[in-house]
């Protein structure tokens, strides 16, 4: 019994060096954020299997749509080209400039496809990769857009530059029109999805919202006890539908606010009311 007490006192005195060495290396402003100073081998391979690991756990339940569709794959070379060669290039072309100071760089794409199956590929795009600047595309792009995009990811290996250019001068005009493949009409807000699109759009860093964890904004009010309110942005009674119309058209509810339009959907916009309502 004396010998387990001992191990157990010597465990947590360890532990709580270990945090107090923390806070001190913390404290002491040693580790230098700088992009211009590239991470250790042994951290790019902690985040990159970190990565790995958790991206084939999580796409494990994705049931891969049929991305051979030559339709799907013009419209993704649209998306694709608005939206993921800046940063991540095509066959024969550079990432944009500010692209290639991101770290870590955006790997190309045509690697990408060859190494990965296709749910893992459509969950990455779906949910984005923290500590790098994949960002996730759930709320900028329907599920329709975003198989389209893996449509074109999967055909990349096969195309060479001389392809590639061929393509895009090709693709017909209305491969453009992206319509809403997997969209569902507008249903009842579901705050736990609120929460999540309030983190997405970017809400919070304008407004202070409690439970959504980001650094504080404050050029907007906070909307702390939104539900206690009677006025929205103060022209407009405050009910669900009142705040829908605000979170998607602030600018025709108060026009020459500085809340400016985000292109928020109408389910999202019922989900964030929802989840501002029980504040």
């Not at 190494?115 to 500590?131: L, Q, S």
Request: charged share 20%.
């Amino acid at each position: 019994m004396h010998q387990w007490r001992t191990v157990v006192t010597t465990l947590v005195v360890l532990a709580a060096l270990a945090f107090l060495g923390g806070i001190l290396f913390i404290d002491s402003g040693i580790y230098n954020v700088a992009a211009l100073d590239s991470h250790g081998r042994f951290t790019n391979w902690l985040l990159h299997s970190i990565a790995l690991k958790s991206i084939e756990q999580r796409a494990r339940d994705v049931k891969t749509q049929d991305i051979d569709n030559p339709v799907k794959i013009a419209r993704g070379l649209v998306l694709y080209r608005q939206n993921c060669a800046q940063c991540h290039g095509a066959p024969g072309e550079a990432p944009a400039a500010f692209a290639m100071g991101l770290m870590p760089a955006a790997p190309p794409l045509m690697q990408v496809a060859r190494e990965w199956p296709a749910n893992e590929i459509y969950w990455v795009v779906r949910n984005g990769i923290k500590m790098t600047a994949m960002p996730p595309w759930r709320y900028r792009m329907t599920d329709g857009e975003l198989w389209d995009v893996v449509a074109f990811v999967e055909a990349l290996p096969k195309l060479s530059p001389a392809d590639y250019q061929a393509r895009v001068t090709s693709v017909d005009i209305l491969a453009r029109q992206t319509g809403d493949e997997g969209g569902n009409a507008a249903g009842v807000g579901d705050p736990r999805r609120g929460k999540l699109a309030l983190e997405q759009y970017a809400c919070a860093t304008c407004h202070v919202i409690p439970g959504v964890i980001a650094p504080a904004g404050r050029v907007g009010p906070t909307l702390a006890g939104m539900s206690q309110r009677s006025i929205v942005a103060g022209v407009k009674a405050n009910s669900p539908e009142g705040m829908i119309e605000w979170i998607r058209h602030p600018e025709k509810v108060n026009p020459g606010t500085a809340m400016p339009d985000m292109g928020v959907s109408e389910q999202d916009a019922r989900d964030m009311a929802a989840y501002l309502g029980a504040l």
